[in-house]
C-alpha cells in the first residue's frame, strides 16, 4: 500500500506545500453584522501545520484510528484545519450542520460514536443542551459516556463568554500553541474512512454514509471536467458539511492549486460584491439558491461580474436562459448525491434543462418499477452502477439493510425520478413518491417560481404541494411558500399584506396557466433551508397544518 496515496486529503496538502508553501490556497469570507467584510487566509504550509498541532491534540486525547470527532460549525479556516488533523491521524470527522439543536444533535452525536466535538461558540449552547439530554440515560452507550472532550472555537459571533461548564471543554486556540509537530500520516488506505456524512433525514432519523479517502480523493481531481481551469479562482457559500461544497470546491481547489474563496454562510445579497472583490471565476448553485438569487431586484451593473460559469445542481429549464442572460455568464449543470453517481452537462454541450451524461467511467439508466429500463423521454428511477457493471459502494453506518437496499442488484438507487432522451441526455423531474399532481397532470412547480421570483413583492419563494382539499387521491393543492420584501412584520402590518397578496393572486391568474395558479399563498419570514441550501419542505407542512404561519387562500 502506497503510504502516499494521492487520494488522501493530508499528501494533497503535503505535496501542494512542496511546491507554493505560500499560496493563499483558501480565503474565508465573514460578513458582520454591521456589513463589514472580514477575511482569514489559509495557505499550503499553514493548513499542514495546524493539521499537525491539532493531529497532536487529538492523540493527547487518547484518540484512536478510525475513531470519530464531530465538527459543529459553519465554514471557518478550522473546519479544513480539522479535516487535515483527522487525515494525518487516521480518525474519522463528522460534519454536522451547526444548526442542529436538541434531541436531533444528541442523536447524531452518539449515533456516530463521536468521542469528541469541535464546536463554535455559537453552537455551545445547542450542544451543552443536547449533552444534557444525553445524560438522561445512564446507558453504557450514552452520549454522557461516549463524549471525552470539546474544543471550542471562539468567533465574532458569540457576544457572551464561552460557558465552560465541564473540565472536557478548552479553547480550540490553545491548541494551536507551541513548535509544529512532526506526525506522519497515519491514512494509508484510500478505502478506509475519512469522514461520516448525515443524510437529510426527511423520512425518519438521518442516516451516516461512511466516506471512503477515496471518494474525496477521485472526486477532487475532475476539476478540469467540471470546467476549472488553472488560474481560476472558485467560490462558495455552501456548507462544508454537504459534499458539495466539500469536494466541488474545496477539495478541487485544494487539488488544482487553486485559490479558493468561501463564505462563511450563503449571502444572496452580498454574492456578487464577493465575487468582484475577490475577482472569482465560478461559483456553486444549488436548487433552493437559484430563485432566491433571481428574486433579488434588477441592478444596472447585474452583468459585470468575473463570473464565467455557474455550477449549478437542479437549474429551472424556464429559468436558465434568463439567469445566463441577466448576469452574463453560463450554466454547468451537473446531478449527484454523497452517496456516488454523477452526471455534468457542460456549457454549450447538452440540451438546456438536462442534468448531463453521466462520467466516463459509470454507467446509467432509467427504471420502471419492475427494475426494467425505460424507453426514451418515459420517466423512472434514475440509477447507476460503475463501468464494470459493479454497484458503486455504499455504506451507511451500522445500517447493512439500508446499505443493501441502496445498491440493490448492483445499482446506486437515487431514490430522484427523471427520464433519459433518445440522444443520451439525462433530466430530473423530482424526489421518487414527490411532484404535485393536479386535476390530473403534473405541475412544473420551478415555473411557479419563476414567475412570482420576478415580481417585485418576491423576496424568496418555494413552491409544493399539499393534499388537495377535494379528497382526490393522489391530487395535491398548490402552495407557494414566500418571503416579501418588507422591513416590516407580517402582523404588524397587516392591512398592506391584505393588498399585497391580493396583487400577487391578481399577477398568478395573469401570468401562470390555470391550473398552475397557486391555491395557497403561505407568508413566512424566512423559507426554511438545509445546510446546502434545499427548502425543508417538511418544515413548511408542518407550519402550513399548524397555521404557525400566515396562509391566504383563494
Partial sequence: MNNASPLILANIIDQQRQQHAQLDALTFVHITTDGQL?????????????????????????????????????????????????????????????????EKLSYMLNFAECRGVIVADYALENLLLALEHGSATEQPNSLKSQLQWVWVLETDEQQRPVPFSTQKTRLLSDLYAGPVPSISVRACDPEDPMQMLYTSGTTGDPKAIVAPHSRFGKNATLGELFGLQLGDRPYTGLSLTHANAQIITLGMGLYMGLRTVISRQFTKSRLWEITRHYGCTSFNLLGGMTNALYSEPERDDDRDNPVRFVLSAGMPENLWTSFQQRFNLQIFEFYGSAEGGITINPPGRGPIGSIGKPLPAMNAMIVDENDQPCAANEPGEIVFQ???????????????????????????????????????????????????????????????????????????????????????????????????????PIAANEDNVELQIAELFDYCRQYLPRNCVPSHLQLV?????????????????????SQSSVIYSQ
Fill in 38 to 102: 472580514l477575511e482569514q487566509t489559509r495557505n499550503y504550509q499553514q493548513l499542514w501545520d495546524n493539521g499537525q498541532h491539532l493531529a497532536q491534540a487529538l492523540d493527547s486525547v487518547g484518540m484512536q484510528a478510525g475513531q470519530s470527532f464531530a465538527l459543529l460549525m459553519k465554514n471557518h479556516p478550522e473546519f479544513v484545519d480539522a479535516m487535515v488533523a483527522a487525515s494525518i491521524s487516521n480518525t474519522v470527522f463528522v460534519p454536522i450542520d451547526p444548526r442542529t439543536v436538541g
Fill in 525 to 545: 419570514d424566512i423559507i426554511p433551508k438545509t445546510a446546502s441550501e434545499k427548502p425543508l419542505e417538511r418544515i413548511l407542512l408542518d407550519q402550513f397544518s
Fill in 386 to 488: 460503475g463501468r464494470d457493471g459493479q454497484a458503486l459502494a455504499v455504506q451507511y453506518f451500522n445500517n447493512p439493510e439500508a446499505s443493501a437496499k441502496k445498491t440493490r442488484g448492483q445499482w446506486l438507487r437515487m431514490g430522484d425520478i427523471g427520464y433519459c432522451d433518445q440522444q443520451g441526455w439525462y433530466y430530473f423531474l423530482h424526489r421518487k413518491g414527490g411532484g404535485i399532481r393536479r386535476n390530473g397532470d403534473f405541475i412544473d412547480s420551478s415555473s411557479i417560481e419563476k414567475q412570482l421570483a420576478e415580481h417585485p413583492l418576491v423576496n424568496d419563494v418555494f413552491v409544493y404541494g399539499v393534499p388537495a382539499a377535494s379528497g382526490a387521491v393522489g391530487e395535491k393543492d398548490i402552495v407557494a411558500a414566500i418571503v416579501i420584501h418588507s422591513k416590516e
